[in-house]
């Protein structure tokens, strides 16, 4: 069989490896052959691509040192970073807990939903970033730099391409060739500001006229921090040629630049050209979730699964929302819908004894809680299924097995601010007040959103007769959650309290 045909078929079926090793050895005879070159270029770009799209995680870097900020105090429901108040009129905090960055837990973890953004340099270091590591991401260059290192392992000698005796110039005018080595230095050298000359100098040759050049300018720019320059490129391009990725990659400009409403009007914009794409419906549905809009998201993951109804992340977003909307039967259709496509991990089995638990199907609420146990792949779930189980103990009227299963989780997770928190109230009923104090100081440093933490010592340092340490704990509960009831009742009964002094 011809080599180069073999390459081909290798590169086709995606087993890359294959594929460049033949290239190699159709280059070591002919050191000249274009198509030999282009088609290694392409294999090695594909082994290490990262899709672009998606908005991938803010880093340190990126969230603290960021001096492109606009506006210090936007306005209720138009920026990212103050989540603000639920304007959907979903499930409130006091049912449906919350992400560090202040916003509802969805179903389905993406990058950015465990985080957020922090106030201070200390909060940011103590965030953990992603869902599998309570290390923070030092930067989102870190993946890219990562990702750059494989390009010595290709070649013993050294790198495929040395890119700093390249003739850009001369390559830019060769249509066929210049696009492959563009990836190639993009993806696999992570040389940002090459590519960039690269892509400079061929939309020049291509009298700027070519719409792919200008998008990959963009996302040079995009990846530089430039996102002024970028919206510019991508706006053009979307000129010239209307593309979905295009719409995608502007909205993720918009959305680093704290810009969800115009995001929202390009998806918008862009359905009216490409009806019905799932991407540009999920993108939608993602920012209302940000913006704590739960029904409007909850109505855009509908249509996307009437496009598409495997997509898994609107399933398991809309059962997350009526699981927290106490409709456990309807979150526990979608759950076994999850289960029937293949998807088997800890985290849904965690989802399917909760639902079984509180819709009464007892029977199979242990046993889910047991395959989640067998299936979990790191400590941090573990701890989630202990902490699940405490509250089922609870609900059944266990007090000691209860006790037993939130010691579990902060046995797996010494991080785990809700088992804290849960482990305390037990003591308070035990009467072990000093205990509870301590539980309930630890949760609520290792968790500044949550308001339980708060209130509980509140509730607790009142009873005791500790005036003021109660009314500043619940002055912190009232900050993190306004619209709890019990706290400003607290609040208004210690306020009588010290007028009367």
């Given at each position: 069989?011809?080599?180069m045909?073999l390459?081909?078929?290798y590169?086709?079926?995606?087993?890359?490896?294959?594929c460049?090793?033949?290239?190699t050895?159709?280059?070591d005879?002919?050191?000249y052959?274009?198509?030999?070159?282009?088609?290694?270029?392409?294999?090695?770009?594909?082994?290490v691509?990262?899709?672009?799209?998606?908005?991938?995680?803010?880093?340190?870097?990126?969230?603290?040192?960021?001096?492109?900020?606009?506006a210090?105090?936007?306005r209720p429901?138009t920026?990212?970073?103050?989540?603000?108040?639920n304007?959907?009129?979903?499930p409130?905090?006091?049912v449906?807990?919350m992400?560090?960055?202040g916003?509802?837990?969805?179903?389905?973890?993406?990058?950015?939903?465990?985080?957020?953004?922090?106030?201070?340099?200390?909060?940011?270091?103590?965030?953990p970033?992603?869902a599998y590591?309570?290390q923070?991401?030092?930067?989102a260059?870190g993946?890219?730099?990562?990702?750059?290192?494989?390009?010595?392992?290709t070649?013993?000698d050294?790198?495929f391409?040395?890119?700093?005796?390249?003739n850009?110039?001369?390559?830019?005018g060769?249509?066929?060739?210049?696009k492959?080595l563009f990836?190639?230095?993009?993806?696999?050298?992570?040389d940002?500001?090459?590519?960039?000359?690269?892509?400079?100098?061929?939309?020049?040759?291509s009298?700027?006229?070519?719409?792919?050049w200008k998008?990959?300018i963009?996302?040079?720019?995009?990846?530089?921090?430039?996102y002024?320059?970028?919206e510019?490129?991508f706006?053009?391009?979307i000129?010239?040629?209307?593309?979905?990725?295009?719409?995608?990659?502007?909205?993720?400009?918009?959305i680093?630049?704290?810009q969800?409403l115009?995001?929202?009007?390009?998806f918008?914009?862009?359905?009216?050209?490409?009806?019905?794409e799932?991407t540009l419906?999920?993108g939608?549905?993602?920012?209302?979730?940000?913006?704590?809009?739960i029904?409007?998201?909850?109505?855009?993951?509908?249509?996307v699964?009437?496009?598409?109804?495997?997509?898994?992340?609107?399933?398991?977003?809309?059962g997350?929302?009526?699981?927290?909307s106490?409709?456990?039967?309807?979150?526990?259709?979608?759950?076994?819908?999850?289960l029937?496509?293949g998807v088997y991990?800890?985290?849904?089995?965690?989802?399917?004894g909760?639902?079984?638990f509180y819709a009464q199907q007892?029977?199979?609420t242990?046993?889910?809680?047991?395959r989640?146990?067998?299936?979990?792949?790191?400590?941090e779930e573990?701890?989630?299924?202990?902490?699940?189980?405490g509250h089922?103990?609870?609900?059944?009227?266990?007090?000691?097995?209860?006790?037993q299963c939130?010691k579990?989780?902060l046995?797996?997770?010494?991080?785990h601010a809700?088992?804290?928190?849960?482990?305390?109230?037990l003591?308070?009923?035990?009467?072990?007040?000093?205990?509870a104090?301590g539980l309930?100081?630890?949760a609520?440093?290792?968790?500044?959103?949550?308001?339980?933490?708060?209130?509980n010592?509140?509730?607790?340092?009142?009873?005791?007769?500790d005036?003021?340490?109660s009314?500043?704990?619940?002055?912190?509960?009232?900050t993190?959650?306004?619209?709890?009831?019990d706290?400003?009742?607290?609040?208004k009964?210690?306020?009588?309290?010290?007028?009367?002094l």
């Open positions: 069989m011809d080599p045909f390459a081909w078929s590169f086709r079926r995606r087993k890359f490896q294959f460049a090793d033949i290239c050895q159709l280059l005879e002919n050191a052959d274009q198509a030999a070159w282009s088609l290694k270029t392409r294999a090695l770009t594909e082994m691509y990262v899709d672009e799209v998606d908005v991938e995680q803010e880093g340190i870097a990126e969230v603290m040192l960021d001096d492109s900020a606009i210090q105090i936007a429901g920026s990212l970073k103050l989540p603000g108040v304007q959907g009129g979903g409130s905090l006091a449906r807990p992400s560090q960055s916003r509802p837990i969805t179903g389905f973890v993406r990058p950015g939903t465990q985080s957020g953004r922090p106030g201070t340099m200390e909060q940011a270091i103590k965030t970033r992603t590591t309570a923070p991401v030092t930067s260059s993946r890219f730099v990562r990702l750059g290192t494989a390009s010595m392992l070649n013993p050294g790198p391409i040395n890119i700093s005796r390249l850009l110039a001369k390559y830019a060769k249509a066929n060739l210049a492959t990836e190639y230095i993009f993806h696999h050298e992570n940002v500001k090459t590519a960039l000359d690269l892509a400079a100098l061929a939309t020049e040759q009298q700027f006229k070519d719409w792919w998008v990959q963009g996302k040079c720019y995009y990846r530089l921090g430039l002024r320059e970028a510019r490129q706006k053009s391009a000129k010239q040629q209307e593309m979905v990725d295009t719409i995608l990659y502007l909205a993720k400009v918009y680093r630049l704290d969800p115009t995001a929202l009007s390009l918008k914009h862009g359905l009216d050209r490409f009806p019905g799932v419906l999920t939608i549905a993602r920012i209302y979730d940000e913006m704590n809009n029904d409007s998201a909850t109505e855009y993951y509908k249509e699964l009437k496009q598409d109804n495997t997509n898994v992340e609107s399933i398991a977003c809309i997350s929302n009526h699981f927290y106490d409709q456990p039967e309807i979150a526990l259709r979608f759950y076994r819908r999850l029937q496509m991990n800890c985290q849904l089995f965690n989802n399917l909760l639902c079984c007892y029977d199979m242990l046993s889910s809680f047991e989640a146990l067998s299936l979990a792949v790191n400590d573990v701890a989630d299924v202990w902490y699940n189980l089922v103990a609870v609900g059944t009227g266990d007090i000691n097995l209860a006790h939130f579990l989780a046995a797996n997770n010494n991080n809700e088992a804290y928190n849960n482990l305390a109230v003591e308070m009923r035990k009467g072990h007040h000093e205990q104090r309930l100081q630890t609520a440093a290792l968790a500044l959103h949550m308001y339980e933490p708060h209130y010592f509140a509730a607790l340092s009142d009873k005791v007769g005036l003021q340490s009314y500043v704990a619940a002055q912190k509960s009232a993190a959650f306004p619209e709890h009831v706290t400003q009742q607290l609040i009964e210690l306020q009588q309290h010290f007028a009367m």
